[in-house]
C-alpha cells in the first residue's frame, strides 16, 4: 500500500469511527456492505466484514439501534451503554480499514484516532440527549435521534465515497464540540 492509499484508509477510518459516535452500528453496516461488493479493501483480519452474514447481522442491529433510540426512557439508557460500545466500534472501524502498517502504529492509530473519535462524539451527543431529556421532559429526543441518525448516514457515506471531506468535517465537528465546551466552562462560575 503506497502513502496515499494509507492516507486514504485513516481518512475512512477517522470518518467512519465518528459515524460510530452518533450511531454505533449503521458505520458498521456501510463498512461491511463496501466490503461486501469490494468497494473498499478491508484489513486481512477483518475481511469477515464484508460477508453477506456480517451484513445481514449488522443490518438487524442498526435497526434496532435506530429504532430504541425513539422509546422515551430506552433512549437515555442505550447512551449508558452506547459510549463504551462507541469506543470498541470507533476502534474496530479503524482497525478494519487501515492496513500495511506497523502493528504498533495500526493499534495507535484505532485507539487514538478511531476510538477517541467515536468516543468524544458519542459522549456530546449522549450529553445533549440527556440535556434533551432534562429540559423537555424528553419530547425533543425523537427530534436528537434523527438528527444523530442522519449525521451518521452522512458521515458514513462520505467516508466510503469522498474520505478527506469527511475526515475534515470530522475535524469541523471536534472543533465545534471544543468551542462548545470552552463556552460552557467560562460560563461556569465555579470553574474560575
Known amino acids: 500500500m503506497n502513502t496515499i492509499e494509507v492516507v486514504f484508509s485513516v481518512f475512512l477510518g477517522v470518518g467512519l469511527a465518528a459515524a460510530v459516535g452518533f450511531r454505533v452500528f449503521l458505520p458498521l453496516l456501510v463498512l461491511s456492505i463496501a466490503g461486501f461488493y469490494d468497494f473498499i ?3 486481512e483480519s477483518w475481511e469477515w466484514a464484508g460477508s453477506l452474514t456480517a451484513v445481514i447481522t449488522l ?3 442498526t435497526l434496532v439501534e435506530i429504532f430504541g433510540y425513539y422509546i422515551p426512557w430506552f433512549d437515555n439508557l442505550l447512551d449508558t451503554i452506547a459510549v463504551p460500545l462507541a469506543a470498541a466500534a470507533g476502534t ?3 482497525m478494519a480499514t487501515v492496513s500495511d502498517l506497523s502493528p504498533v502504529v495500526t493499534w495507535a492509530l484505532a485507539i487514538i484516532a478511531g476510538g477517541g473519535t467515536a468516543t468524544v462524539i458519542k459522549g456530546s451527543s449522549s450529553a445533549l440527549r440527556l440535556t434533551s431529556s432534562a429540559t423537555t421532559g ?3 429526543n425523537p427530534v436528537v435521534a434523527t438528527v444523530e441518525t442522519g449525521s451518521s448516514t ?4 462520505l467516508s466510503v465515497f469522498i474520505a478527506p471531506l469527511a475526515f475534515g468535517l470530522v475535524l469541523l465537528i471536534l472543533f465545534g464540540i471544543f468551542k462548545f ?5 467560562k460560563k461556569d462560575p465555579s470553574s474560575a
Open 41 to 43: 479493501p478491508l484489513n
Open 59 to 61: 443490518g438487524v442491529a
Open 92 to 94: 474496530a472501524v479503524m
Open 138 to 140: 424528553g419530547m425533543a
Open 154 to 157: 452522512v458521515m458514513s457515506l
Open 181 to 185: 465546551y470552552k463556552k460552557l466552562r
